[in-house]
């Protein structure tokens, strides 16, 4: 008997609630301290900023850190520290948030990707000596879904070459590298702490620098280049942005900062039990692709899944629409980069780099933060289970 291209997904029992692939979880002392400093007066950059830099610099192994409206000024900022601009060459992946790649085209360089490393996900160290040339000036690696890159084999590489690196952790906060916090050591290490991130102000980022006249660099470039001296003294010698935190977003930061080891327990523990359930024999024989199994290095950002797409009768997209009938969320990470409009006119083509290419149509991210629960994790993968064995290939 032949299974229908498209069964009907079953309709949502009135007891489950929706499940977005995503959730903040922001506690009642941490809303009533912002509603506290909404009374201050005090809204834009001011005390609550500086206390959150002060925390984030000792979570940093002390190192400077300058909060910013976003994990993605913070990298251009950097680039920009870095004297990287028109003529220059910035390696990186092609399979991140078009945002890693954009900030190289505001400062005037050049992207210049890399293929992915199809186990990790993130960029292929073993390729990146290849790709570098007299115009390479820095590379920006991505810790995707949490787990970091090989910080030696970085580092090491960015060493004999004379590169500047921009680390593009804005999914790696409460990662780490052999025991170190990412952010503790290295160059430059670019935090996001957007609500769908470990920890959140809401929007916001936050960047770590190497020393204080990086540190004074960056406030400049921060709000539109100006240096203040005295009551009076305004000076401006670059050209700077509008890019400074509010205290309001501040004061959601140092809340959910205490949070962030709990945070992340919680995610391991929610990664481990979807390992249990793909590991069982009905499951596995799919050919669901899983990620890597690091329970030691990895914040567990998201959990996805590389689809089968060879063995399936529907398209991701399709079998996303019947995920969320089924009131389950998920989300893509990412369409690989170099395949969008813009950089195709900067050169990009199909085939230029596979594995990313593979993982950017059939990557699919399930539903992972703190609140859910074991019984959130069987229904998710239940319910995919149920539609890959209803939508195998005869």
Not at 25 to 40: H, K, W, Y
Not at 70 to 82: F, K, N, P
Not at 367 to 382: C, G, I, K, N
Request: net charge neutral; with cysteine.
């Amino acid at each position: 008997m032949s299974v229908p291209a498209n069964p009907p997904a079953a309709p949502v029992p009135a007891a489950l609630p929706y499940l977005p692939f995503t959730r903040p979880t922001i506690d009642e002392e941490t809303i009533a301290g912002v509603a506290g400093v909404l009374r201050s007066g005090w809204l834009t950059s001011g005390p609550q900023v500086k206390a959150l830099e002060a925390k984030l610099s000792a979570h940093c192994g002390g190192r400077p850190v300058r909060a910013f409206n976003s994990g993605t000024c913070t990298m251009e900022i950097a680039l920009r520290i870095a004297g990287v601009g028109p003529g220059h060459e910035v390696i990186t992946t092609p399979l991140s948030w078009v945002a890693t790649s954009n900030v190289i085209l505001e400062v005037g360089a050049r992207p210049v990707f890399v293929d992915i490393d199809p186990v990790t996900r993130n960029l292929d160290l073993e390729r990146v000596a290849a790709a570098i040339t007299p115009a390479t000036r820095a590379v920006i690696p991505v810790d995707l879904a949490g787990l970091p890159v090989d910080r030696d084999r970085l580092y090491a590489i960015a060493k004999q070459h004379g590169l500047r690196v921009v680390e593009d952790a804005a999914q790696s906060f409460g990662s780490n590298w052999q025991g170190k916090p990412i952010g503790s050591f290295g160059d430059f290490a670019s935090f996001s702490f957007h609500p769908n991130k470990n920890v959140t102000t809401i929007e916001g980022g936050a960047l770590v620098l190497n020393d204080e006249r990086e540190a004074k660099l960056a406030e400049q470039y921060r709000l539109q280049g100006v240096v203040r001296t005295g009551f009076d003294g305004m000076e401006v010698d670059l050209v700077g942005g509008k890019f400074n935190l509010t205290d309001v977003a501040a004061r959601v930061g140092l809340g959910q900062l205490p949070h962030l080891a709990e945070f992340n327990a919680k995610r391991r523990e929610l990664a481990r039990a979807y390992f249990e359930e793909f590991a069982a024999p009905a499951a596995a024989a799919l050919g669901l692709g899983l990620p890597v199994a690091d329970f030691t290095q990895s914040n567990w950002h998201m959990f996805q899944v590389l689809l089968p797409a060879e063995r399936l009768t529907l398209k991701r997209a399709e079998l996303m629409a019947q995920m969320h009938d089924a009131g389950i969320g998920t989300g893509v990470h990412y369409p690989a980069i170099h395949l969008f409009a813009l950089y195709r006119r900067l050169g990009g083509k199909d085939g230029d780099f596979p594995h990313a290419e593979y993982a950017g149509r059939n990557l699919l991210t399930l539903p992972l933060f703190p609140a859910m629960t074991r019984a959130d994790v069987r229904r998710v993968a239940t319910t995919l289970t149920a539609l890959l064995r209803a939508h195998q290939r005869p």
